[in-house]
């Protein structure tokens, strides 16, 4: 599930990830789904190194959202690849909490809130994270990351 390979013989690793032009197409498709259920949303796609590839902000987005649909986006990717999840909501309700003395929500960049999907290829083989923030419910958020994958999947190779 790992997105990076390493070739044999060789002491390189290369790491699988989306183009920028079908992360841009993931990050688009949010927010116009969003949009025409009425939300203005910023959405945001990471890469396996977990850094921000495409973000798209909606015209009347609140501030916050910028930030939020990263973390969303990181968090996807990076505990959805760890513990097998395929959004955030999954995460939410697994109730995955970390060790016993602490919290994974201590960690820097992670939320635990509904809005993200993890980009997977069909073989399971993690690619990133697309996070939505701004409409009013984490679960709406998440609805039109999910269609924007749901659409692009294919794409996914």
């Given at each position: 599930m790992a997105p990076q390979a390493r070739a044999a013989g060789t002491n390189l690793i290369t790491t699988q990830k989306l183009d920028w032009m079908t992360a841009e197409k993931l990050a688009a498709e949010a927010v116009r789904v969003c949009a025409a259920r009425g939300f203005s949303v910023t959405a945001t796609v990471v890469d396996p190194s977990g850094h921000q590839q495409v973000v798209i902000k909606g015209d009347t987005v609140p501030l916050q959202s910028l930030s939020v649909s990263y973390r969303k986006a990181?968090?996807?990717?990076?505990?959805?690849?760890?513990?097998?999840?395929?959004?955030?909501?999954?995460?939410?309700?697994?109730?995955?909490?970390?060790?016993?003395?602490?919290?994974?929500?201590?960690?820097?960049?992670?939320?635990?809130?509904?809005?993200g999907?993890?980009?997977?290829?069909?073989?399971?083989?993690?690619?990133?994270?697309?996070?939505?923030?701004?409409?009013?419910?984490?679960?709406?958020?998440e609805a039109c990351a999910q269609a924007a994958v749901d659409k692009f999947r294919a794409d996914f190779h």
């Open positions: 990181y968090t996807a990717y990076s505990y959805g690849m760890a513990f097998n999840k395929n959004s955030t909501s999954e995460l939410v309700a697994a109730k995955l909490t970390g060790p016993a003395d602490g919290s994974l929500a201590t960690v820097p960049e992670v939320i635990f809130i509904a809005g999907v993890t980009l997977r290829k069909a073989d399971g083989t993690v690619l990133g994270g697309i996070g939505v923030s701004g409409a009013s419910g984490g679960d709406k958020d």
